[in-house]
């Protein structure tokens, strides 16, 4: 859609022309960084690598949610809002045991918001830490750079609220 080459757009985005043609053919499992490297490049939110679920006015079914796995990030979002069309998005994420969402704090404008459900979450904002553990929120300015990390042995799941939509 932005009439990019697959060479233009590895460029872009600071990956190899291969880990492209590997991604659209769907084999290769991307971080995290590098999706958001490939939607930044695409000028496009990451989001738009949900898998395309039905969407259904304003209610979405559980078994109906669009997903997104990165197994390389030991990560899972599905997107609990219908479409990103909205004011305000929220996701539940799923972290394995000892992974990461990203490497490298990010920033972007607006709030964030998090409902720790299961397990325990690392969240770093800037250069602060912060470990919650389940039924713990957290609310902060996400235009500073942050990121988040399940460092124990069990599951973490987790609301996260983000506004305007960003994801």
Not at 24 to 38: F, G, K
């Amino acid at each position: 859609m932005r009439g990019l080459s697959s060479a233009e757009l590895a460029k872009a985005a600071g990956v190899s022309r291969g880990l492209i043609s590997q991604i659209e053919l769907d084999r290769a499992n991307p971080s995290i960084d590098t999706l958001r490297r490939v939607a930044a490049a695409l000028e496009s939110p990451i989001a738009a690598f949900f898998d395309d679920g039905p969407v259904n006015g304003i209610v979405v079914r559980s078994a109906e949610r669009r997903t997104m796995r990165i197994p390389a990030s030991g990560l899972t979002y599905q997107l609990l809002t219908p479409d990103l069309n909205r004011q305000i998005e929220f996701i539940l994420i799923e972290l394995e045991p000892g992974q990461g969402g990203t490497r490298h704090a990010y920033g972007h404008p607006g709030e964030e918001s998090a409902l720790v459900l299961e397990g325990q979450l690392h969240v770093w904002i800037g250069e602060e830490e912060h470990v919650l553990e389940a039924g713990d929120s957290i609310s902060f300015n996400s235009g500073v750079p942050h990121r988040i990390a399940n460092l124990s042995k069990a599951k973490t799941v987790l609301v996260s609220a983000i506004t305007p939509p960003h994801f």
